[in-house]
Nanobody
């Protein structure tokens, strides 16, 4: 059973950058499509970015396109989210998610498509 652990959250000023990481245990990481989601206070969880099992395909929410970059290293069982030009609207708990047995080049936006979730890491952007 793969377990996911996020890290890298923290407090940053508007315009700043942060890099989130998601470390996965298990030996089949390369078969998992991965995604980042976030939940802001009093809001629903929303899709942020996803990367296919192979790493060859990525997808972003419009709100983060051009500012965030998702990547993965299948040799190290990790996925990252590089966030730049952060603003207070990016304040949220960020979660990584994994979908088992994914086609190599398919990405997923729907939370229900994912089987596994991390515990989340808090990102706070001050104005």
């Amino acid at each position: 059973q793969v377990q996911l652990v996020e890290s890298g959250g923290g407090l940053v000023q508007t315009g700043g950058s942060l890099r989130l990481s998601c470390a996965a245990s298990g030996r089949t990481f390369g078969n998992y499509a991965m995604g980042w989601f976030r939940r802001a206070p009093a809001k629903e969880r929303e899709f942020v970015a996803s990367v296919s099992a192979s790493g060859g395909s990525t997808d972003y929410a419009d709100s983060v396109k051009g500012r965030f970059t998702v990547s993965r290293d299948n040799a190290k069982n990790t996925m990252s989210l590089q966030m730049s030009s952060l603003n207070p609207e990016d304040t949220a708990v960020y979660y990584c998610a994994a979908r088992r047995n994914s086609l190599q080049r398919v990405t997923y936006r729907a939370g229900v498509a994912y089987d596994l979730w991390g515990q989340g890491t808090q990102v706070t952007v001050s104005s």
